[in-house]
């Protein structure tokens, strides 16, 4: 096994990794004919990258250790401390974190929470979550701590595809949310022109149909449901998806760039290729799951997010090819740090080598689910992925689909309300297509569900991460109790 030279890596690609948090050259910038931005790490045989993951890991939970209520506490509980972290597999005797233990924190800790390593002075940007289903999660992340996010995806999207040349269209909120800015600062580090469209306001989609064809932009960042809105804009704008000329499209905050049939309809749709990328906005820069240009999977970036596949109950690594929940650890954060945050998604991991030839650990399904979201109808587990992978497979479906769970005499009924095409508005066309529908989602998810076809255009579009599951169950239920 032949070890990284770090002092190499300091001479050449700029970046000093002898120290914690490593050290990076700003100006530094790969020929853009080169395949890797930090090849000596990207395809080390994955034992010597290993040796720089642990010290990177020894440095960060001993920083944790030393400036934090949160995690000292949690950590003696446990009976653990950086002393014990000897070997990468010792960080499963660390316990995991969950989303609930750091609003709970901040409650407790306002506003940041006893787990900030930083003082609040040091913070320089603030972001977090809306809080639309609870108390919001603040984000305070650090001045150096942002230009390292910058260098980690400037990174990740040179293995996308996205070079200096490009010209880079984010349609996503700017607002507290993470995505759209991670693209942004990685976007404007690698070189790559930035083209900070947004979304969210009334008529916005119409705008930018038409600011992407005078522009041509070459690349676009969104969810997956919001690039569809986009072309069904563009169409009724009158252009073709085409013209637009995007070679990369890459996506991040819901399921579907990683959903066959998803994937397949984007690119046949734009006619350039979908990668997909998204962790956790906490464990930000999160692109650190993120294909190459190949698109074999999610590339985990265990230099710069260590990422442990779990199983969901014992939070313990599971082998590569068993399915689990990815358990993320930063390895370069000073000012918030999370170590061993449980994600709740759920995907499957592999060691196999990707053409690209890196040698990280891949999810070659990305993430196709979450734990919570997975709902049961008479024994049988689903997820909303996998009822769209089969409708959007299904020649005459019309883009857009929602799933109504409900009880009818102690018996649950699973509907799928999904539009038709045009080309399928005939009564016989329709009915033909309801059983096409009907007999594949039967065989995917081992329950016939009810088809209500509408035409296309009926369910609305979303310009964000796409809820498409409607679980009335409840309502049974509490219609009984008051009964």
């Given at each position: 096994m032949a070890a990284i030279d770090l002092a190499a890596l300091a001479r050449s690609r700029g970046v000093d990794l002898t120290v914690w948090p490593p050290r990076y050259d700003p100006a530094y910038r790969p020929d853009p004919g080169a395949?890797?931005?930090?090849?000596?790490?990207?395809?080390?045989?994955?034992?010597a990258r290993d040796e720089l993951v642990l010290a990177k890991l020894q440095a960060q939970l001993g920083w944790a250790w030393e400036r934090s209520p949160f995690y000292r506490r949690k950590w003696q509980q446990a009976g653990?401390?950086?002393?014990a972290l000897k070997t990468l597999a010792d960080l499963a005797r660390f316990p995991v974190?969950?989303?609930?233990?750091?609003?709970d924190a901040q409650a407790a800790h306002a506003p940041f929470g006893d787990y900030l390593c930083v003082e609040p002075g040091e913070v320089a940007r603030i972001h977090g979550t809306s809080g639309t289903t609870g108390r919001p999660t603040v984000f305070g992340v650090g001045r150096d701590d942002w230009e390292r996010i910058g260098e980690a995806h400037a990174r990740i999207l040179w293995g996308a595809g996205i070079r200096p040349d490009d010209r880079v269209m984010i349609c996503s909120f700017f607002s507290l949310y993470m995505g759209s800015w991670g693209a942004?600062?990685?976007?404007?580090?690698?070189?790559?022109?930035?083209?900070?469209?947004?979304?969210?306001?009334?008529?916005?989609?119409?705008?930018?149909?038409?600011?992407?064809q005078d522009l041509s932009p070459s690349a676009f960042y969104g969810t997956p449901s919001y690039a569809l809105h986009f072309a069904a804009a563009a169409r009724r704008e009158g252009f073709d998806p085409r013209s637009f000329g995007f070679r990369v499209l890459?996506?991040?905050?819901?399921?579907?760039?990683?959903?066959?049939?998803?994937?397949?309809?984007?690119?046949?749709?734009f006619g350039g290729i979908c990668v997909d990328m998204g962790s956790m906005a906490e464990m930000s820069p999160w692109m650190t799951n993120a294909e190459c240009r190949h698109r074999t999977g999610m590339h985990l970036w265990q230099d710069l997010v260590y990422t442990e596949v779990c199983d969901p109950e014992t939070f313990q690594p599971v082998e590569f090819g068993r399915e689990g929940t990815p358990v993320y650890t930063?390895?370069?954060?000073?000012?918030?740090p999370m170590i061993r945050l449980v994600s709740g998604d759920l995907a499957r991991w592999i060691g196999d080598p990707c053409p690209c030839g890196r040698t990280y650990p891949r999810l070659p399904d990305g993430l196709y689910g979450r734990i919570d979201d997975m709902f049961i109808v008479r024994g049988e587990n689903i997820y909303p992925s996998a009822i769209e992978d089969t409708l959007r497979a299904i020649?005459?479906?019309?883009?857009?689909?929602?799933?109504?769970?409900?009880?009818?005499?102690?018996?649950?009924?699973?509907l799928v309300r999904a539009e038709y095409a045009a080309t399928h508005a005939d009564p016989g066309a329709r009915e033909a297509l309801r059983a096409t529908m009907g007999e594949r989602l039967r065989l995917r998810l081992g329950v016939r569900p009810v088809l209500d076809l509408v035409p296309a255009g009926t369910l609305p579009g979303t310009e964000f991460k796409a809820r498409r599951v409607v679980d009335d169950r409840d309502l049974y239920r509490r219609t009984l109790g008051s009964a």
């Open positions: 395949e890797w931005w930090l090849p000596e790490v990207e395809c080390a045989p994955p034992a653990v401390s950086p002393a974190v969950q989303k609930a233990e750091l609003r942004l600062k990685g976007g404007e580090r690698l070189g790559a022109t930035v083209f900070p469209f947004g979304a969210g306001v009334a008529g916005q989609t119409a705008m930018a149909v038409h600011w992407a890459f996506f991040s905050g819901e399921p579907g760039a990683g959903i066959p049939a998803t994937r397949r309809l984007i690119e046949e749709t930063h390895l370069e954060r000073t000012s918030q020649d005459g479906f019309g883009g857009e689909f929602r799933v109504i769970i409900s009880r009818r005499e102690a018996m649950d009924e699973l």
